[in-house]
């Protein structure tokens, strides 16, 4: 079963525009992770917040963590054709790690 | 060692019969996962290995599917008599669990997938 749900499925967007991702979960967290897969590769782990912190920064990247909404997004600014991937959050919990369903993000050059 | 392999990358074959799956993981790494991933959806935990000890298996891991860790280093993963809807990505994952840091569910380092289709 996947807990994580993102939101929305898909974005697109133009070359030098920020993306906005969610992520919502349904149970008790350790932590929140969010990967990156290009088309037919495996996953890239980007960032990673534990249920303890709120707000977490690494290069271009932003996460927030909302343990009491039980929802996190991911903020990617001045988007580069090459973000152009699928994003996961995952959940960890009970020694791994549970995916949702995945947002689909194009970035127009 | 630049990361996790997984072998092989593609394989196509006919229903009914046996695959397997072969990861090695970071080297330095005690835990070792297999997902699974179909065309659109999020990786669907199947098992993970702690040393060579299998401490959980889904639901999803039928009859058919088991996994091993022999040696505590590289894993397989056996499909036996495959059906068209075992057709998916297998991932395979490591990573380093540090007991007195507590850090229960770290950063997973994934391979490249094997990609199985049954015909």
């Known amino acids: 079963s996947q807990q994580g749900e993102e939101d929305p499925q898909a974005l697109s967007i133009q070359e030098g525009e920020n993306a906005t991702m969610n992520c919502s979960y349904k149970t008790s967290i350790n932590n929140l992770q969010w990967y990156r897969q290009n088309s037919g590769r495996g996953l890239v782990h980007l960032i990673l917040?534990?249920?303890?912190?709120r707000e977490k920064h690494s290069g271009r990247l932003r996460v927030t963590l909302d343990t009491s909404k039980k929802s996190s997004s991911l903020l990617i600014t001045a988007s580069r054709a090459a973000d152009t991937a699928s994003y996961f959050c995952a959940t960890g919990a009970n020694s791994k790690l549970t995916f949702g369903k995945g947002i689909t993000l194009s970035v127009r050059p | 060692d630049t990361g996790v392999s997984q072998d092989p990358r593609h394989k196509i074959t006919k229903r009914g019969q046996n695959v397997t799956f072969r990861c090695d993981p970071i080297?330095?790494?005690?835990?070792l996962y297999w997902y699974r991933q179909t065309l659109g959806q999020g990786p669907e935990f199947l098992t993970y290995f702690q040393n060579e000890a299998q401490l959980e298996k889904s639901r999803l891991l039928s009859d058919r599917f088991s996994a091993e860790r022999p040696k505590g280093s590289f894993s397989t993963l056996e499909i036996q008599r495959t059906e068209q809807g075992d057709s998916a990505m297998y991932l395979c994952?490591?990573?380093?669990?540090?007991?007195?840091?507590?850090?229960?569910?770290?950063?997973?380092?994934f391979g490249e997938g094997s990609r199985l289709t049954v015909l």
């Open positions: 917040i534990r249920s303890n912190e």
């Open positions: 994952a490591s990573s380093s669990f540090i007991l007195r840091t507590s850090v229960n569910t770290g950063e997973l380092f």
């Open positions: 080297s330095e790494h005690n835990r």
